[in-house]
T-cell receptor
Framework: GESVGLHLPTLSVQEGDNSIINCAYS??????FIWYKQESGKGPQFIID?????DKRQGQRVTVLLNKTVKHLSLQIAATQPGDSAVYFC????????????FGSGTRLLVRP | DAGVIQSPRHEVTEMGQEVTLRCKPI?????LFWYRQTMMRGLELLIY????????DSGMPEDRFSAKMPNASFSTLKIQPSEPRDSAVYFC????????????FGEGSRLTVL
């Protein structure tokens, strides 16, 4: 499961720090957003989702923030761990497209020990 | 529980040959998706099925690509004839239905066409 590699933006953080990964989406009609994590050699894995009637949703160590005004989505990871090193993708969809997910290009997160 | 199972994990073939990729979705899932991942284009949706019926195949590159889902537990993606530009990792994913963004991906089939 090789992720998009050559031109991926990379975020490097110290273990234990918080990470913030950003995503801009283009379609103002999108009403459902999802974050996925892809580790090297594996398929993407669902992390958390948020619908457009919300601006914040929390999971275990992760928080997703949605700003519909500027079409921006962010994923916050608290107390980043080495196992969080991966490529993170945001995906968007909308009801009138039968929930067909469109994935962004991804951000690589590197956690320094 | 078994996740989505794909085969083969790796395939190296020569241009012009037929390639068949296989997928077994998670039992009980009603939707199945085929994605392709490349460095240049990222993750692209090729086709998806709901209750074994193809719903949207607008992402299938051209007539050389075809996908079938003869039953709820099996799907194939076929490329005939294959070309070097088809080299990519092909992922199969399944979900409970099409109204969730929680897709469960397999580990992918890495295809290299020489």
């Amino acid at each position: 499961g090789e992720s998009v590699g050559l031109h991926l933006p990379t975020l490097s953080v110290q273990e234990g720090d918080n990470s913030i990964i950003n995503c801009a989406y283009s379609n103002s009609a999108s009403d459902y957003f999802i974050w996925y994590k892809q580790e090297s050699g594996k398929g993407p894995q669902f992390i958390i989702d948020i619908r457009s009637n919300m601006d914040k949703r929390q999971g275990q160590r992760v928080t997703v923030l949605l700003n519909k005004t500027v079409k921006h989505l962010s994923l916050q990871i608290a107390a980043t761990q080495p196992g969080d090193s991966a490529v993170y993708f945001c995906a968007e969809t909308r009801r009138d497209s039968s929930y067909k997910l469109i994935f962004g290009s991804g951000t690589r997160l590197l956690v320094r020990p | 529980d078994a996740g989505v199972i794909q085969s083969p994990r790796h395939e190296v073939t020569e241009m012009g040959q037929e390639v068949t990729l296989r997928c077994k979705p998670i039992s009980g899932h009603n939707s199945l998706f085929w994605y392709r991942q490349t460095m240049m284009r990222g993750l692209e949706l090729l086709i998806y099925f709901n209750n074994n019926v193809p719903i949207d195949d607008s992402g299938m590159p051209e007539d050389r690509f075809s996908a079938k889902m003869p039953n709820a537990s099996f799907s194939t993606l076929k490329i005939q004839p294959s070309e070097p530009r088809d080299s990519a990792v092909y992922f199969c994913a399944s979900s409970r239905d099409t109204y969730t963004g929680e897709l469960f991906f397999g580990e992918g089939s890495r295809l290299t066409v020489l």
